[in-house]
């Protein structure tokens, strides 16, 4: 179903199904206008995209400072010493020690 099909079919179901009847029945066509020519689904495409990869870098930046802290760790190095280089919290490296 292409867009402007989907928004009417919205707009009417949400009428019939009493949702802000009154408001769409008002406004419909703005709402409907408004509905279309905002959405750009290339753009939310690329915010997707851009949320994803970034959610993945920071799992991967976090997966490399876990290993390290260990490495460390088996080396001989103190919590408080990797926490202070690694930047991150002690609490956090006695997680990761313990799994």
Known sequence: MDL???VERA?????REGILRDFLRKNRLEVIAMSIFEYDKEEEE???RRAEYEAGLEAGEE???K???ILLFQEGDSIEKIARVLKVSENI???WLDK
């Open 4 to 6: 402007d099909a989907a």
């Open 11 to 15: 707009v009417d179901e949400c009428i």
């Open 46 to 48: 690329k915010k997707l």
């Open 63 to 65: 997966s490399k400072a």
């Open 67 to 69: 290993e390290t802290a």
């Open 93 to 95: 490296i006695r997680q």
